[in-house]
T-cell receptor
Framework: SQTIHQWPATLVQPVGSPLSLECTVE??????LYWYRQAAGRGLQLLFY??????ISSEVPQNLSASRPQDRQFILSSKKLLLSDSGFYLCAWSFLPGQGKRSYNEQFFGPGTRLTVL | RKEVEQDPGPFNVPEGATVAFNCTYSNSASQSFFWYRQDCRKEPKLLMS???SGNEDGRFTAQLNRASQYISLLIRDSKLSDSATYLC???????????????FGKGTLLTVNP
């Protein structure tokens, strides 16, 4: 079965500091990978998605970046955090269309990282 | 703009009640539909994929009306453990990267009381 890991679980960082969040998936190959942010009291916002190693699509302009150095590893980074970067960061994976039992594009989420920027 | 709108809630119901959540979506090209549940301070978890003919899983029934661009979730015989936020989720449809993108509603909070 597939599992997805994220770390750290919680993080408190000062404004202007760098950020690196890591996500890894086990039990599947060539997954689609996603980074979302959920601000307090708001819905999930898609930040980045990746359909393969080195392939990153950005959904919103911001001071964040993403990288996929290995098939099942997805990293979210920032050089300088802003107060507005606080939130709950979620990594998710999905099968490629046609790869799973059904091609309904379900996404499966990791446990998330709760980031507070002070 | 592609949007998913849900009942704002919150819903407070007694144990054993039947509760229904409604959701509308604006993108007629959407192909896949889901309900997720999210417990407080946890990640969303897939509850049900919604099939075109509607589908049932135990106490949960999901319906899809493509003509009206409307999705519903019915929970029968509510349990305390059903207390959570329910998210209506729609994929953006076929074509390039849109096939991979899901749009999430803001969610409806359900509290089931003893």
């Amino acid at each position: 079965s597939q599992t997805i890991h994220q770390w750290p679980a919680t993080l408190v960082q000062p404004v202007g500091s760098p950020l690196s969040l890591e996500c890894t998936v086990e039990g599947t190959s060539n997954p689609n990978l996603y980074w979302y942010r959920q601000a307090a009291g708001r819905g999930l916002q898609l930040l980045f998605y990746s359909v393969g190693i080195g392939q990153i699509s950005s959904e919103v302009p911001q001071n964040l970046s993403a990288s996929r150095p290995q098939d099942r590893q997805f990293i979210l980074s920032s050089k300088k955090l802003l107060l507005s970067d606080s939130g709950f960061y979620l990594c998710a994976w999905s099968f490629l269309p046609g790869q799973g039992k059904r091609s309904y594009n379900e996404q499966f989420f990791g446990p998330g990282t709760r980031l507070t920027v002070l | 703009r592609k949007e998913v709108e849900q009942d704002p809630g919150p819903f407070n119901v007694p144990e054993g009640a039947t509760v229904a959540f409604n959701c509308t979506y604006s993108n007629s090209a959407s192909q896949s539909f889901f309900w997720y549940r999210q417990d407080c301070r946890k990640e969303p978890k897939l509850l049900m994929s919604v099939y075109s003919s509607g589908n049932e899983d135990g106490r949960f029934t999901a319906q899809l009306n493509r003509a009206s661009q409307y999705i519903s979730l019915l929970i029968r015989d509510s349990k305390l453990s059903d207390s959570a936020t329910y998210l209506c989720v729609v994929n953006e449809g076929y074509g390039g990267g849109s096939n991979y993108k899901l749009t999430f509603g803001k969610g409806t909070l359900l509290t089931v009381n003893p």
